[in-house]
């Protein structure tokens, strides 16, 4: 008994530790940014944050503070399709279909500073509703998309968002790679 609880409870904890870290390395959330985000841009004084209920990103030398509250989450997505912007042999130029596996073989695409991607997410029912929602109640201001505990963009909503797609552009091939894991694993 001795030596199965000597080898069982070590191995147990370091499956556990694996599993955590794989399924951390599956997050996708969209969060509200604070809504004085242009004055604590500006290092006004005048705004405190709640950092129990904000947490500090910074992203391309911008520091945000976002709302630790999940609007939606990779739940609500059922499908992703990435694409890239392309000019056909007759000089058209428009956002095609690309796989993982189109881009792995183009190393050019896989370059760090390759930002050429787009991800079309489609939301299920529910995520649909939840995005509509979101924007509906929230113009003006900016609404986080993070990927493992990565800030990929905050655009500000302009309007609200209706049907049950967007996209989200400026995307690196580990950028994709990750989203693509992520959302095919969340909807086996």
């Known amino acids: 008994m001795k030596l199965f609880l000597k080898y069982l409870f070590p191995l147990a904890l370091f499956l556990m530790t694996i599993s955590n870290a794989y399924s951390e390395d599956k997050i996708l959330t969209f969060r509200l940014v604070h809504p004085d985000q242009d004055k604590l841009a500006q290092r006004s004084s005048e705004v405190k944050i709640d950092k129990n209920q904000y947490e500090l990103f910074v992203k391309d030398n911008e ?3 976002i709302d630790k509250k999940v609007e939606l989450d990779i739940k609500d997505i059922k499908a992703i ?4 912007w392309t000019r056909s042999y007759s000089g058209k130029e428009e956002y095609e279909p690309i796989t993982l596996e189109q881009i792995a073989r183009t190393p ?4 760090p500073s390759m930002n050429a991607f787009t991800a079309a997410l489609f939301f299920t029912k529910q995520g649909a509703i939840k995005i509509q929602n979101v924007t509906e109640n929230n113009i003006h201001r900016r609404l986080a998309v993070i990927l493992n505990k990565r800030l990929l963009m905050a655009p500000r909503i302009q309007d609200k968002i ?3 797609e967007i996209a989200i552009a400026g995307l690196s091939y580990e950028d994709v790679k990750s989203l693509t894991g992520a959302i095919n694993d969340s909807v086996k």
């Open 81 to 84: 399709i990435i694409k890239i």
């Open 162 to 164: 209706s049907g049950d």
């Open 108 to 111: 050019e695409l896989r370059s």
């Open 63 to 65: 520091s945000i503070w």
